[in-house]
């Protein structure tokens, strides 16, 4: 009985894989030299939008809500906006506009209305934001629910009267009065309502 073969289709699967990664490794390389060119020479982290880019999604809204929604940056213009302003760690004053996230879920068909009580089920539900690199962060509905609070969480687009660098946007969640910024997720791409 020969095993060279068996030896043989290993190597040749190694070969193959190795290839595979060495083919993520170099698309990637490229990536990251594209994310370089659109930022320019100097390194400004400045967003650069093509058009193809420009009606792509931004964000992605799902799990249990009455009307999964997708935005594009043209879309997410027209949602009502709101603006809050937070310090960063040194004590310096920073504006944050955009869209508050309960907006973003009302305008998935989540029923928050600061007049009305909420119901049991609203307050059992979760929202998780979920990062471009697979940080995720967990609010609870009633943080986001004007009959619940007075603190508006925002998904911030907008710096200072400036988009979003391409490091932190193109979207943001701010959290105004936590003492850490372990919920403010960079590079939001999507928000899942769920519950247990």
Known sequence: MERTPVKGRRNALWAHGGLRISLA???GLLGFRGLALAQGE???ATPALSRSAASEPI???GG???APAEWTASAWA???RTQVRVQDRQGREITYDGVSLGEVLRAAGMKLDATTMPNREAVARYVVVDAADGYRAVFALAELDPAQTDRVIVLADRRDG???TMAEGPLRVIVPGEKRPARWVRQVRAI?????
């Open 25 to 27: 490794l170099a698309l």
């Open 42 to 44: 100097g390194g400004s």
């Open 59 to 61: 964000l992605r809204v």
């Open 64 to 66: 249990q809500v009455p």
């Open 78 to 80: 027209r949602l009502p």
């Open 162 to 164: 400036q988009p979003l």
């Open 192 to 196: 899942w309502v769920g519950r247990p």
